[in-house]
Each structure stands twice: as structure tokens, then as C-alpha cells.
């Protein structure tokens, strides 16, 4: 009887849960908050209690990019999830965009949200704003991830099929003058990544912050390029994950969540020589 009965149980617990409709991540208006930072209102969500975690998703994603994610995060910290300028619901009018322009309006937001430093994870163009966060604001992050990060845009940080697609995109589209906002806008987005990032091994030497570099062995991003990322900071970590490509947060999400855990609260970090 006990038996039958536990089992009952089981299926109604499991029942309940499959009927619970999943978070809208980047569409929750119970967790979605504006704040105007540089001429722009930043989009941003928060989730859970604890040190702060800020989230920066890729090129032309958004939010939604940490669904396997934030719950998990959001069990120990104070989730901040936003809408890069640009991208979202961040909307931007202006004509330029660059990673130093976005990092600041990461640091902006922190300051108007009272935030001295953060946890940082970013992934692909978010794990480069990480890193030029750390570059710009080295006072605003307190460790960072960065999951498929590249520190220049040709074949020798990325895969040269990826490198000949966008040289590709970006001589036929090139001179065509785009009037509909939507699509001015993605091609100013597409556009960052043809032309950005450009950061020497070197500037790395100075984020002393502890940072975690992680890549798919499939990735996007050349292995050779992510490992020499990891070998020019002073304090790494570093994990070339198994069986993935570059969305390793996603395709690999209990074991990323947890070693992203373990890195932001490990005692020490090795320091690089």
C-alpha cells in the first residue's frame, strides 16, 4: 500500500510539474525591469538572492540565451540578465556599436543598480564583453566567465568557414542602404562581429580579476585561439568542453552550471606564469 502510494505521489508531483508553463526568460514582466544608462534603456531581468551575477548573452540573441541557466544560478545569487544595447529589447537608434560602448553600459547599469562588482558570465560576444568589462571596469567584476570569446575577427581566432560567411555577408550587403529599422539595426549587430573585437594577447596581462575560459572542442572559436586567451591571464581557468560546440552553456548546461559554480566560489585560482 505504501508503495502504491508513494508511486501516486510521484506521478502527481511530476504531473504538476510538467504543467507549471516554463518561464518567458527575456519576456517576463514580473522579473523585467528599464534603466536608462548612456541614452539607452537598458533591458535587464532579475532573479533569486545573493551576490550579484551579471549575464551577457551573443551577437544578435538575447535573454532567453540563459534559459537552462538561470534557475540554477538564481538558487545562490542575484541574477541580472540584460539586454545588450542593440539586441532585445535594449533598443538602440544610434548608427555605431562596439563592445567598449556595451561594457560601459554594463558598468553604468551596475552603478545605477548600487552594485559595486559582480560575478560576470558571457557567452561568445557576451564572453567578450566580460573580458573588456574587465579591461574598462576592472573594479566592477569580481570573477568572469567567458564561453566562446575571440579577441579579433579573422581566421586565426575563428573557424575559416565562419570567417568566409560573414566576408561574404558583408560584400554583398555592403552598400545597400537600409531604410527599415529592423533591419538597419541587425546589420549594424552583424556588422560588430565582421570588424570587432581587436584585443591584443597582451591587454589581457592586465584583468587580475580570477576569469574561467571555456570553449565547445566544435566551437566557432579556433582552439589554438582559446587556449591562448587562458595562457595571457594572470589568473585562469580553463576547460575545453567535450563533445560540444559553441553553445556550451546549452548543449552541456548541468555540467557547465556547476563548474561555472565551482570556479565563483573557489578558495584559489591558479595563477598563470
Known amino acids: ?17 510538467a504543467a507549471q508553463p516554463a518561464i518567458p526568460y527575456g519576456h517576463n514582466p514580473a ?5 536608462l544608462v548612456r541614452g539607452v534603456k537598458l533591458y535587464y531581468e532579475t532573479y533569486g538572492q545573493g551576490p550579484p551575477l551579471l549575464l551577457l548573452h551573443g551577437n544578435g540573441d538575447n535573454i532567453s540565451a540563459f534559459a537552462k541557466n538561470i534557475a540554477y544560478f538564481a538558487q545562490r545569487y542575484r541574477i541580472i540578465a540584460v539586454d545588450s544595447r542593440a539586441h532585445g529589447k535594449s533598443v538602440d537608434p544610434g548608427d555605431s556599436l562596439s563592445f567598449e560602448m556595451m561594457a560601459d553600459d554594463f558598468a553604468g547599469l551596475l552603478s545605477s ?15 567578450i564583453n566580460a573580458l573588456v568589462l574587465a579591461l574598462r571596469h576592472p573594479e566592477k567584476v569580481k570573477r568572469l566567465v567567458a564561453t566562446g570569446a575571440n579577441l579579433w575577427p579573422d581566421s586565426t581566432a575563428l573557424v575559416p568557414s565562419l570567417w568566409r560567411q560573414q566576408q561574404r555577408g558583408y560584400q554583398e550587403n555592403k552598400n545597400v542602404k537600409f531604410t527599415d529599422p529592423k533591419r538597419k539595426n541587425d546589420w549594424k549587430v552583424f556588422c560588430l562581429d565582421v570588424f570587432q573585437p581587436n584585443i591584443s594577447l597582451s591587454a589581457l596581462r592586465r584583468i ?10 566544435r566551437d566557432v572559436i579556433r582552439p589554438e585561439h582559446t587556449v591562448a586567451i587562458y595562457r595571457s591571464l594572470p589568473r585562469a ?9 559553441h553553445a556550451t552553456l546549452q548543449e552541456h548546461a548541468d555540467e557547465f552550471n556547476r563548474k561555472t559554480d565551482a570556479f565563483f566560489r573557489a578558495k584559489t585560482t591558479r595563477a598563470n606564469k
Not at 522579473?31 to 534603466?35: F, K, N, S, T, W
Not at 543598480?113 to 564572453?127: E, H, N
Not at 581557468?237 to 560546440?245: M, Q, T
Open 1 to 17: 500500500m505504501k508503495a502504491c502510494l508513494l508511486c501516486i505521489c510521484l506521478l502527481v508531483c511530476q504531473f504538476l510539474a
Open 31 to 35: 522579473a523585467g525591469h528599464y534603466q
Open 113 to 127: 543598480l548600487r552594485i559595486d562588482s559582480a560575478y560576470v558570465l558571457g557567452w561568445s560576444d557576451g564572453g
Open 208 to 217: 587580475w580579476v580570477p576569469a574561467f575560459i571555456i570553449a565547445g572542442d
Open 237 to 245: 581557468w580553463l576547460w575545453i568542453v567535450p563533445d560540444s560546440g
